[in-house]
C-alpha cells in the first residue's frame, strides 16, 4: 500500500515571503499522480496543484510550483509572495495510475500560518 | 452548476442510533467516494464506487454501508453510530480513470461534521 507523509505539522511564512511544504511517499508503482490540496478554515477541499509522475517538468500554477524528485520519491510545495489568504491545512495526496479508481491517499497535512 | 452536495452540514447522533449521509453530484461522474478526516490523520477513504451498482471497500470500512443505485447519489449509512465515528466526512467525484485525460482531480463537498454521543 502507499503512504504518503508530512513531517511538517505547522509552518509560519510572513506575508511577502516564500515557503515550502514537504511531502514524501512511498510506492512500488512507476506512472502515478500527485496532488496538493487546500483546505481553509471553510473545510472546502481546493485543489492547488497537480503533477503526473511521467513528467519530468515541474508543475507550476501561479505562485504555486512544486519540486518533484521520482527517485527521492519527494513532492514539494513552493509557495511564492505569500498572501493572508494562502493561510490554510495543505494536504498532499497520492493516486495510483492503475485501474480506473481514482482513489486517493492523503497525508496528515501542514498548517501554514501567514503573519503580516 | 452544484458540483457536489453534501446534506446535512452538522449532525449530533447518539450511540446506537442510525443516520444516512447524502451525497449528490450533477456533473455525471462516474467515480465516487467518501472519506473521514480525523484531527491529525488527514482524509482517509471509507468506500468508493465507479459507477451504478458498483462500490467497493477502501481504508477504514468497517461500519459503514453505501450503495450506488444511480450516477448522481452515493449515500453513506451508518448502522450503528459508535463514538469513534465522530468525524468530517467528505463526498468526491471524478471522471473515471484513463481515457488518456490525465489526471482528473476529484472535486469535493464541503463535508458533514457529525458527532455521537
Known amino acids: 500500500a502507499q503512504t504518503v507523509t508530512q513531517s511538517q505539522p505547522e509552518m509560519s511564512v510572513q506575508e511577502a515571503e516564500t515557503v515550502t511544504l514537504s511531502c514524501t511517499y512511498d510506492?512500488?508503482?512507476?506512472?502515478?499522480?500527485l496532488f496538493w490540496y487546500k483546505q481553509p478554515p471553510s473545510r472546502q477541499m481546493i485543489l492547488v496543484i497537480r503533477q503526473e509522475a511521467y513528467k519530468q517538468q515541474n508543475a507550476t500554477e501561479n505562485r504555486f510550483s512544486v519540486n518533484f524528485q521520482k527517485a527521492a520519491k519527494s513532492f514539494s510545495l513552493k509557495i511564492s509572495d505569500s498572501q493572508l489568504g494562502d493561510a490554510a491545512m495543505y494536504f498532499c495526496?497520492?493516486?495510483?495510475?492503475?485501474?480506473?479508481?481514482?482513489?486517493?491517499?492523503f497525508g496528515t497535512g501542514t498548517r501554514l500560518q501567514v503573519t503580516l | 452548476n452544484a458540483g457536489v452536495t453534501q446534506t446535512p452540514k452538522f449532525q449530533v447522533l447518539k450511540t446506537g442510533q442510525s443516520m444516512t449521509l447524502q451525497c449528490a453530484q450533477d456533473m455525471n461522474h462516474e467515480y465516487m467516494s467518501w472519506y473521514r478526516q480525523d484531527p491529525g490523520m488527514g482524509l482517509r477513504l471509507i468506500h468508493y464506487?465507479?459507477?451504478?451498482?458498483?462500490?467497493d471497500q477502501g481504508e477504514v470500512p468497517n461500519g459503514y454501508n453505501v450503495s450506488r443505485s444511480t450516477t448522481e447519489d452515493f449515500p453513506l449509512r451508518l448502522l450503528s453510530a459508535a463514538p469513534s465515528q465522530t468525524s468530517v466526512y467528505f463526498c468526491?467525484?471524478?471522471?473515471?480513470?484513463?481515457?488518456?485525460?490525465?489526471?482528473?482531480?476529484?472535486?469535493f463537498g464541503d463535508g458533514t461534521r457529525l458527532s455521537i454521543l
Open positions: 510506492t512500488s508503482e512507476s506512472d502515478y499522480y
Open positions: 495526496a497520492y493516486r495510483s495510475a492503475a485501474g480506473t479508481a481514482s482513489k486517493l491517499t
Open positions: 468526491a467525484s471524478s471522471p473515471i480513470q484513463g481515457g488518456g485525460f490525465g489526471p482528473q482531480p476529484q472535486h
Open positions: 464506487s465507479v459507477g451504478a451498482g458498483i462500490t
